[in-house]
C-alpha cells in the first residue's frame, strides 16, 4: 500500500467549504472509481485551526501516481487554490503495517 498527504493551510472560517468541494460528486467519484483506490481522510489540526491533511490511501505507487496525474484530480486542486494560504505540499509514504479494528455487528 501506498499514501499521499497532501498538506495545505486555509482561513479557520473557510474548511467547510473546502471540505464541500472535496464532498462533491465531482470529487469524490472519479477518486472512488480510480484503480487502486483504498481510502480517503481529511484531516484538520487541532492545535492549528485551518491546517488540513488529505490522507489517500492506494494499492501501488502507480496507482495513486496515475490518479495524482489525472486531470480529474487537476480539477480539484484548481477548485482549492482561491482558498490556499501557501501553495499545498505532497508527501509520499509506502505502507509496512497495516491494522485497523472493525466493529462487527451480529442480526439477531
Known amino acids: 500500500m501506498w499514501l499521499n498527504c497532501s498538506h495545505v493551510i486555509v482561513n479557520p472560517e473557510q474548511v467547510g467549504k473546502v471540505v464541500e468541494i472535496l464532498q462533491g460528486e465531482a470529487s469524490l467519484e472519479p477518486i472512488q472509481a480510480a484503480r487502486g483506490f483504498c481510502g480517503l481522510y481529511l484531516v484538520e489540526s487541532t492545535e492549528t485551526p485551518g491546517e488540513l491533511v488529505s490522507i489517500t490511501v492506494w494499492e ?42 472493525q466493529q462487527v455487528s451480529l442480526a439477531g
Open 60 to 101: 501501488s505507487a502507480e496507482d495513486g501516481q496515475a490518479y495524482l496525474a489525472s486531470p480529474e484530480c487537476r480539477e480539484v486542486v484548481n477548485a482549492l487554490q482561491g482558498y490556499l494560504r501557501q501553495p499545498l505540499e505532497r508527501h509520499y509514504y509506502q505502507v509496512h503495517i497495516e491494522t485497523s479494528k
